[in-house]
Structure formats: C-alpha cells, structure tokens
C-alpha cells in the first residue's frame, strides 16, 4: 500500500514539475506559440492532403494550378481550429481534436481509395459500426510516407503540448466566439444559398455526380478536403423530401394500368433469386481475351435458359444498391441515388416484393454468408416479410469456406434445403459473398486471375447447384445476376484504367449479364432483347411465371417499355420521372397509398 502511494504521488509530482514547465514555456517562447498556434490550420491542411498525393511534388503541383481551393481549405481549418481553441480552452487540445480527426479522414480516405477506387464521401460514415467487417477485405498497407507523415503530425501536437500556448479570452465571450466561427461552418454544410457562392468564389469543382468516375474527376479537381467538404453539402441539400405532388389522388394518378386479362397457367413454381457478388463477364472485353472456361456453368445455364443484360446501379461495392432494387422493384435513382437505400426507408413493415409472393401463398427466406449485423440487414430486412433469414451463423447444411468467405456451393446447398424443407412453394433471395475481394489473395500475381479463378469455383458449383433441382419434381425458375463489377486494388496496374474506363466510357461497367433458368418447360422468348434497369426484374419475373399481377406490377411493367433504364450512375443525364418517383416515395417512405 505504501508503495502504491509512493507511485502516485511520485506521478503527481511529476505531473506538477512538467506543468510548471509547460506554464514557464507559455510565456518564455511567446513568438514561437504564436507561430505554432497561427501555422497549425496551414500545417494540418498540407499534411492532410499530403497524405494523400504521397509525394511533396504532387502537392506542390496542385497548390500551384488550384490556389484557390488551397485556400478554402485553409480558412475552413482555420474557422474550425478556433472554434475549438475557444470551446476547449486551451491550444493543445484543439490541435490534438483538429488533428485526430483530418489525419483519421485522410487515412481512411487513402485505405478506401485504395481498396476499390471510391472516394470517401461523408455517408460512408454510417458504415463505422461495421468497422471490423470491413478491414477484413479493406486493402490497408502501412507504407513508410503514411508512417513518416504520422509522425510528423504527432511531433507537431507534441511541440504544441509542450510549448503550452494559451488563450486569454473570458469563458462568455469565447463560447460566443466560438458559436460564431461554427455556425459559418455549417451553414457551408447546409445552407445552399450560402455554399454556392463560397464554392464558387473558391473555384471549387461543384459538378453534380453520383456515377463513381465523375466523383473521381471532380476529387482530382479539388482535392480531398475540398471534395470532401463540397461533396457532404451537395449530399445534405439532396436530402430526399415527399414529392410536391404527392397526394394519395397523384398516386392513385400513376396506377393507370389494365389488369383485366387474368392468365389461368400459374404453376406456383419455387422462385429463387441469386445475386452474386461481384460476378461479372469480362469477355466483354475482348482485348483481356478471357477464356470461356471460367464461366462455362453461367454458359451453360443461359443455353439451358435464357441470358440477356441489364443496368445495375452501383459499381466495385454498395451491394445495398442492387438488392434493393431486387427486393423492392423500384430505382435508387428516386432516392436521390443513397449509397445505402435500405437507411433510407420509413421504420415499419415495408412493401417489399417478398410480400407479394407472400400473399401468393409462398413461403419466403433470405440468406447471406455474411455478418448479420453488416449493413444493418438483420434489423432492416426483419421488415420485409421474410419468414426466414440466413446468416453466416444459421447454415443448416455443412460449411465450407473458400478464403474469408462461405464458398457459393454453401449457399446453394443451402437453397436446396429450404426447398426441400417447404411443404409450399418457396421465393428465395440469395447474396453471395465466395467472390468478395480482396483479390490479391491466391496463386496468382494478378488480382485478375485470381478473380477469375473464383469464378469458376462459382460457375462449377452453379451446374451442381441445377443438376439438383432437374432432379425435383417441383417447378423452380432461378434468376442470377451479379451485382456489380469487381473492385480491384487502386493504383499502378488496375485493370480498368488499362481498359480506359472513365465518365465517358463506364457504361459497360454498369452492364450485367443476366440468368434465368428453370426445371420444367418456360418460354423466355418474350424476354427484352435490349438492357433495362435491374428494378424492373421482379415483375419480369412475375410475368414470366404467370403469377397473378395487381395494378402497381402492371403499372411497372408498362413502365418498363416506355423507360426501359432509369439509372444516374448509368446514364446522369436521365431526366427524373415524376411516376417512378412518386410511386419509390409513396411505398417505402410514405404512406404506401398504392399498397
């Protein structure tokens, strides 16, 4: 015990000895206090956006043709580091805060970046609960500049700490101050009238842009603060609203179809519904020259069936997106584009397309290899009528894995079951995980091949997976589709910059080939010959089978040959459309009037 209080007040002592210090450095180096405290927003700028060109002559380069925005970024760094000077009351602490948050910014930016091309945009932060499922497949490299420059910030909070500079200001009037110096900078963030002319004054780049390439563009011609600060305020004024028009007449308005005619051959066939991650065809690129043998099972499966191509909404990751469009039949376009629609839906029992085939007299389930809680699906998805849902932990069939990831056999081995299991007929949706990146994890050099070759662990598994439903005396009808391109590692070597993807030319990144294949004699000559957005599938599927359709699914239908792609990311120049618009707002955020 007396030992125990000999180290604490050793500890205390010290403590005193390097307060007194501090106090004593305070007023001893004024000038080098003040060069400190006025440096800082300049030092944690340039260190922040140095992190992320890498090399001091990139960002000498950028400070020499984008002035302007340099200096946003500064006098923005400048509002906020005296905002928090004035709140915390003493300089350490501010340079401490600013610093921990720009450096954990222009890190996380330099890691997502890095790992799929994307930017980071201010609602990637809503994925911070799922952290620790992200850094499993986040390409995250501790290089010597990332280590170098860290330690420059952290020297920089030290000499600040020690030579103590301090503020001589009343607690009234710096809590006014400070109020001050914050609203300026939120009103950047959500007063439109007032960010547009700042932006402008700055010759900050303003474009609009939900497609990723624009985004990538528009980062190039600002920078990361810049683009991230611009970017966050175009994301806030965007906030989705209720259509001025929308009123339970206008809904009623857009219902306008005719389902009159009832067709009598509906055989109740198993529905199962497959999105797998990142598959996707790069034949469509002759100059790679891919081998067919990697997806000689999809083959396979569109001469037994029928293959033909659609418009998914997302590219390289936001799985979130495709599924949406999937489980609801309507466009992310008429949510204003959300990285992550599902956050954006009313809390209650949702409208999904599994209700519908519920009230068809099926029996319906999810499953996804993944973590419950990723995404939020568990929580969210509980509203959209599933009976059943599958996550990592719930497979009632034997587990393999393949790398990080439940192998796709374990998937369909699973589907196999639930069918089985049901004495009804079954609508299923499954989300794969077996070909998620990263993809430098393999035998191979190239992230390409070894991409490739989990293709083709997919594709020898989907021939396994419909020999076994030929053998059932149950009609099944399958559809798969990818959900969208894979995203390989940035930098020197990726593979879409070989294949000279830009904003121009991404269209075909966008492009998905799709499958649908069934056990039992189906006509698929009516499908579309030409690409249309993913949204649409559902109905197409419900016609397909026959199944019994009411106003809305007709309606979209209808939509469907006058609208066949309703896409920003595919097509930003796409005008809005005031019935899908009105209808995505009516069933998932409002009052569900065509319900």
Not at 18 to 30: A, F, I, P, V
Not at 552 to 561: A, I, P, W
Request: proline share 4%; net charge negative.
């Amino acid at each position: 015990m007396d030992l125990i209080k000999k180290i604490v007040s050793s500890v205390i002592g010290s403590c005193r000895k390097l307060n007194k210090r501090r106090d004593d450095n305070s007023s001893t180096y004024r000038m080098t206090n003040i060069f400190l405290t006025v440096l800082f927003p300049v030092f944690i700028v340039l260190m922040t956006e140095l992190n992320q060109g890498k090399y001091p002559s990139r960002l000498i380069m950028f400070i020499a043709n984008k002035p302007t925005i340099m200096a946003f970024d500064i006098l923005i760094a400048a509002v906020i580091f005296t905002a928090l000077c004035l709140l915390l009351r003493r300089t350490w602490r501010a340079v401490l805060v600013q610093s921990g948050v720009y450096f954990a910014l222009s890190i996380t930016e330099l890691f997502k970046f890095g790992t799929n091309g994307n930017h980071l945009i201010l609602t990637d932060m809503k994925l911070i609960r799922s952290v620790k499922s992200l850094t499993s497949f986040a390409y995250i490299k501790i290089t010597p500049y990332l280590v170098i420059y860290t330690l420059i910030v952290l020297a920089y909070i030290f000499a600040v700490f020690w030579f103590n500079p301090k503020i001589k200001i009343n607690l009234k009037k710096s809590f006014a101050a400070a109020a001050a110096c914050m609203a300026s900078v939120v009103s950047v963030f959500f007063v439109s009238s007032i960010a547009n002319p700042v932006y402008s004054f700055f010759d900050v780049d303003t474009t609009e842009a939900d497609n990723v390439f624009i985004l990538n563009e528009k980062f190039e011609n600002n920078s990361f603060l810049a683009f991230f600060m611009q970017t966050a305020s175009e994301n806030i004024s965007k906030k989705l609203k209720a259509p001025e028009n929308y009123t339970e007449e206008t809904v009623e308005s857009c219902l306008d179809a005719d389902v009159s005619e009832k067709k009598s051959d509906f055989k109740k066939p198993n529905v199962v519904v497959i999105m797998s991650e990142a598959l996707a065809d790069f034949r469509v690129f002759d100059e790679l020259n891919v081998s067919d043998e990697y997806y000689k099972g999809f083959d396979k499966m569109a001469m037994e069936g029928y293959k033909g191509r659609l418009v998914v909404p997302t590219f390289a990751s936001y799985t979130v997106r495709t599924e949406f469009e999937l489980l609801f039949g309507l466009p992310v376009k008429s949510l204003n584009d959300p990285n992550m629609p599902q956050r954006k839906l009313a809390e209650r029992d949702q409208p999904s397309i599994v209700r519908y085939y519920k009230s068809l007299g099926y029996n319906a389930a999810y499953v996804h290899p993944f973590l419950s809680y990723f995404y939020s699906r568990e929580r969210i998805y509980g509203t959209f009528g599933f009976d059943r849902m599958i996550f990592e932990d719930d497979f009632t069939v034997p587990v393999e894995y393949h790398g990080s990831y439940i192998k796709d056999s374990t998937v369909f081995n699973q589907i196999d079951s639930l069918i089985d299991e049901s004495s009804e007929p079954v609508y299923i949706h499954a989300t794969t995980m077996q070909n998620h990146q990263p993809y430098n994890e393999g035998i191979y050099p190239d992230e390409i091949d070894n991409y490739l070759s989990n293709i083709s662990l997919s594709s020898e598994a989907l021939t396994e997976f419909l020999g076994e439903l030929k053998k059932k005396d149950e009609p099944t009808i399958v559809f798969l589709v990818g959900d969208h391109f894979p995203s390989f590692k940035n930098g020197e070597g990726n593979i879409y910059d070989k294949l000279g993807i830009n904003s121009d030319t991404c269209g075909v990144v966008f492009e998905q080939s799709y499958y649908l294949w069934s056990n039992y004699d189906q006509d698929f000559s009516g499908l579309p010959k030409d690409v249309f957005s993913a949204f649409y599938v559902p109905y197409l599927i419900l016609d397909l089978i026959a199944a019994p359709k009411d106003t809305f699914v007709q309606t979209m239908l209808d939509k469907m040959s006058s609208l066949p792609v309703y896409s920003t990311q595919y097509d930003p120049s796409v005008p809005n459309d005031n019935e899908l618009d009105v209808l995505t707002y009516d069933r998932v955020i409002g009052e569900n009037f065509s319900g």
